[in-house]
């Protein structure tokens, strides 16, 4: 049994029941974020909030309390799951009114629910690489914002697993945007390249860690649009998100990629990022 996070109350999971014209169930009309629990505490947890709120202005979807608030209610969550290691997800809709496409004309309560998810410490890291499919970017144009309407990534990360591919990379017309549930960086002649952080992509909170780490090493970055044919020449290929950190790509399809094995500038980022993570786990334990 756990214990879940409903707008301001704490309850068991089995009681946690949202009413069927819940926007978020009707329309998807609601916001979310994930994060990682490093030995009982949230990891990058400004960064998510910031976040949250952008994605809750650009929604025009007013958040039921404070960001300061629910951060102290999730780390009560954490506490009250007593999870070490693990995730912490939660979402925001709209609420719940009889369905019609527009915003309810009367102000109507919003409705947050968290949960954690335990697991290892190293959970959904893959250091040795993985394989991905290229495929078509079906989804619509706000992908900067953090929504709950997730089904062209749905639709594509299942069609990844179907060919035996951990996840997507996709494209606009050859144009790489980002993955499924994460951000794709390549690199050539010694340069960091990645998708801008606009409109076509999810500016993901390990995505803006990463530059800073590759600022922090000194290794060039530039934020710039990049072709399928350039990804597939590319020197080095990697993904980054909460869960798998920095994992190289070493195969798109049936082509290797990047000499099929991790390069040296994504292990530099990858050890970077760790000894980072380690600091964190010690810091709380201070
Ligand atoms: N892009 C998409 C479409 C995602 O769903 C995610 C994570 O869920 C990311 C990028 C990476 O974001 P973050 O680093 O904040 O986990």
Redesign the pocket.
């Known amino acids: 049994m756990s214990t879940i996070l409903y707008n301001d109350r704490f309850i068991d999971r089995s009681q946690g029941k949202v009413d069927m014209e819940d926007r978020g169930y009707q329309f998807g009309d609601g916001i979310y974020?994930?994060?990682r629990v490093y030995n009982g505490k949230m990891f990058?947890l400004d960064?998510?909030m910031k976040?949250l709120e952008r994605s809750a202005r650009e929604l025009r979807l007013a958040l039921p309390y404070a960001t300061d608030h629910l951060a102290e209610n999730l780390d009560k969550l954490i506490k009250e799951n007593a999870m070490d290691y693990g995730y912490v997800y939660f979402q925001i809709t709209r609420g719940a009114i009889a369905r019609k496409h527009r915003f309810p004309e009367q102000p109507i309560n919003t409705v947050l629910t968290a949960s954690v998810e335990a697991t290892d410490k190293d959970e959904d890291l893959h250091a040795d690489g993985i394989k991905v499919s290229l495929l078509d970017d079906i989804r619509w144009l706000r992908?900067d914002i953090?929504t709950l309407n997730?089904l062209g990534?749905v639709l594509a990360n299942q069609e990844a697993f179907e060919r035996g591919a951990a996840d997507a990379i996709l494209h606009r017309d050859g144009v790489v945007t980002?993955?499924?549930?994460?951000?794709v960086f390549m690199v050539k002649d010694g340069v960091l390249i990645t998708h801008p952080a606009d409109h076509f992509?999810?500016?993901?909170?390990?995505?803006?860690?990463v530059l800073q780490l590759a600022e922090r090493l000194g290794i060039p970055v530039d934020e710039r649009t990049y072709t399928t044919a350039e990804l597939l020449a590319a020197d080095e290929v990697f993904l980054?998100?909460?869960?798998v950190r920095v994992t190289p790509v070493l195969q798109i399809d049936d082509r290797q990629v990047a000499g099929g094995k991790p390069g040296p500038i994504t292990n530099r980022l990858l050890e970077a990022f760790n000894q980072d993570v380690e600091q964190f786990v010690t810091a709380v334990n201070a």
């Open positions: 974020e994930a994060l990058l960064l998510h976040r992908c953090k997730l990534n980002e993955g499924t549930t994460c951000n992509i999810l500016n993901g909170i390990t995505r803006i860690f980054t998100s909460t869960g």
